[in-house]
């Protein structure tokens, strides 16, 4: 009775950090340039005691074991926003980002001037070129942003924005407020900006809805077999305990 509780905890350990990772890609399915994650699950065969002397083969015990996060890099919808400083990035390249904790990249191509002139995000990061932060003065009017992420104005080309891709992406870690750390950034081969636009979250809502669903009767079954298990025990016990006497 043990082993089958240990087992169904195990699995309802898994099933709880599920609905965790589900429940942040619902509250971010308005997140601009969020990419939805998934948890993989692996079969953990439990190492048993072995000795010639028992009398039956051991037989091993299979536990459920959430071994890595997946993220889904897949290319959000493009929505046009008509702000000159908002770019969505069409390819698999990131925006690189200056934060307090150093150099981050970001999906997210939300983009202000500050009251200093920089080009920053949403956060208030720095928005890096390839010769460092972007700033600009009063006198800059009809700002473009090429396809090559080089920007100008009316008074000349301001700087070009530092892409980067990863040959593994999945090799980057969630570093919070829509940023991520890690990796090998190489200069973008493949990423093209389209000014006036940004990228949506690539989580689909009536999915995650359904996988919710779909977690919380699994976890409710196991449950309802965990409180068998608990039934059978008790049962047992009473009957023992009768018997004694």
Same mark, same amino acid.
């Given at each position: 009775?043990?082993?089958?509780?240990?087992?169904?905890?195990?699995?309802?350990?898994?099933?709880?950090?599920?609905?965790?990772?589900?429940?942040?890609?619902?509250?971010n399915?308005?997140?601009s340039?969020?990419?939805?994650?998934?948890?993989?699950?692996?079969e953990?065969?439990?190492?048993?005691?072995?000795?010639?002397?028992?009398?039956?083969?051991?037989?091993?015990?299979?536990?459920t074991?959430?071994?890595?996060?997946?993220?889904?890099?897949?290319?959000?919808?493009?929505?046009?926003?008509?702000?000159?400083?908002?770019?969505?990035?069409?390819g698999?390249?990131?925006?690189?980002?200056?934060?307090?904790?150093?150099? /981050?990249?970001? @999906? +997210?191509?939300?983009? &202000?001037?500050?009251?200093?002139?920089?080009?920053? $995000? *949403?956060?208030?990061n720095e928005?890096?070129?390839?010769g460092?932060?972007?700033t600009?003065?009063?006198?800059?009017t009809?700002?473009?942003?090429?396809?090559?992420?080089?920007?100008?104005?009316?008074?000349?080309?301001?700087?070009?924005?530092?892409?980067?891709?990863?040959?593994?992406?999945?090799?980057?870690?969630?570093?919070?407020?829509?940023?991520?750390?890690?990796?090998?950034?190489?200069?973008?081969?493949a990423?093209?900006i389209?000014?006036?636009?940004?990228?949506?979250s690539n989580?689909?809502g009536i999915?995650?809805?359904?996988?919710?669903? /779909?977690?919380? @009767? +699994?976890?409710q079954? &196991?449950?309802?077999?965990?409180?068998?298990?608990? $039934? *059978?025990?008790?049962?047992?016990?009473?009957?023992?305990?009768?018997?004694?006497?």
């Amino acid at each position: 009775m043990e082993n089958a509780q240990l087992i169904s905890l195990s699995r309802q350990v898994a099933l709880q950090r599920q609905m965790d990772v589900v429940a942040n890609n619902i509250a971010n399915l308005n997140t601009s340039g969020f990419k939805a994650e998934d948890l993989l699950f692996e079969e953990y065969k439990m190492p048993v005691a072995r000795d010639r002397d028992f009398a039956f083969v051991d037989q091993q015990l299979s536990y459920t074991q959430d071994w890595a996060t997946a993220h889904d890099m897949s290319q959000g919808a493009m929505v046009q926003t008509g702000n000159p400083l908002d770019v969505a990035l069409e390819g698999e390249g990131f925006l690189t980002v200056q934060t307090p904790a150093g150099e /981050r990249y970001t @999906r +997210s191509g939300s983009l &202000v001037v500050n009251s200093e002139g920089t080009l920053v $995000d *949403l956060a208030g990061n720095e928005v890096l070129g390839d010769g460092g932060p972007i700033t600009f003065t009063a006198a800059d009017t009809d700002i473009n942003i090429g396809r090559d992420g080089t920007i100008s104005s009316s008074q000349g080309i301001k700087g070009k924005l530092a892409v980067v891709e990863f040959a593994n992406p999945q090799e980057l870690a969630r570093d919070g407020s829509n940023l991520w750390s890690g990796g090998t950034p190489q200069p973008a081969a493949a990423t093209r900006i389209m000014q006036g636009s940004i990228e949506k979250s690539n989580v689909s809502g009536i999915s995650e809805i359904a996988q919710m669903i /779909r977690v919380q @009767r +699994s976890y409710q079954s &196991v449950a309802s077999l965990i409180s068998q298990q608990d $039934d *059978l025990r008790r049962n047992a016990i009473q009957r023992l305990g009768s018997l004694s006497a």
